[in-house]
């Protein structure tokens, strides 16, 4: 890999875009690099996924506009549908995944930062969508994803104009879940990482796979899909070893449920 890092500690995987002299922006290669990264990853080791950028500058600064500015509306229209089926494969990976923004996110960096599960970001951290500045609309899912998670006015307002938000703003507008001083970005998210690790495992997945599944249809559709991965649960390990340590008062004849299943 040249512009992938991937670091495994226990049952947490951490996954860093590593192009810090460009800020870390999406070419073609680092799509295909971090497309070959989710693939190799050990689900049956790995509970969580931590997705970063290398520095303290950047996340993701967005895609990169040298490669983009010479292509046709045919190799437009295919760069596009190759970023979003590495962000898509992201929003739908079994396990849950944690974007942890560290500086600017912008464009494809605000993109990819979407479709992960989870967002938390360090108090630099820069968010938007320049695309209509450059002549262009978001590629990668934004149009879809920010009218999604803060409402279609915001959305709209924020790609109209092109404008820039702050980390404050951000978690103003439920864009992220929390802010933290830039030393303590990783922390949080491997602490974090580890209390979903920590939890069962094919639960967790199921609880992903339910809201995934469920928030783009209407609510008699999604209580059936609840229900179906709710039912799933139960006869698996993860069911039996957990049930079993809540009602064992003394918690001594059930080991720790989910450290091994």
Known sequence: MEFILYEQ??????????????????????????????????LDEVRCLILTGAGQKSFVAGADIGEMSSLTKAEG???????NDVFRKLETFPIP????????????????????DIRICSENAVFGQPEVG??????????????RLVGAGMAKQMIYTA???????????????????????????????????????????NCKKAINEGIDVDMDAAIVI??????????????????AFFLDKNK???KEPFKNC
């Not at 229209?77 to 970023?83: D, P, T, V």
């Not at 996110?105 to 992960?116: R, Y």
């Not at 303590?184 to 094919?202: D, Q, R, S, T, V």
Request: charged share 25%; with cysteine; hydrophobic share 40%.
């Open 97 to 116: 995944v944690i974007a942890a923004i560290n500086g600017f996110a912008l464009g494809g960096g605000c993109e990819i930062a979407m479709s992960c």
């Open 163 to 205: 404008r820039n938000i702050k980390a404050d703003e951000a978690y103003r507008i439920g864009l992220v879940n929390a802010v933290y001083p830039q030393e303590e970005l990783m922390a949080a998210a491997e602490k974090m990482a580890g209390g979903i690790a920590k939890n069962a495992p094919i639960a967790v997945r």
């Open 134 to 147: 450059l002549g262009i609309t978001p590629g990668f899912g934004g149009t879809q994803r920010l009218a």
């Open 252 to 254: 001594e004849k059930v």
């Open 226 to 243: 609840e229900e179906k991965l709710f039912g799933d649960c139960f006869e698996t390990e993860d069911q039996k070893y957990g049930m």
């Open 77 to 83: 229209e295919a760069f596009g549908k190759k970023g």
């Open 9 to 42: 500690k226990g049952a947490v995987g951490t996954i860093t875009i590593n192009r810090e002299k460009a800020l870390n922006a999406l070419n073609s290669t680092v799509l295909d690099e971090l497309n070959q990264t989710l693939d190799a990853v050990n």
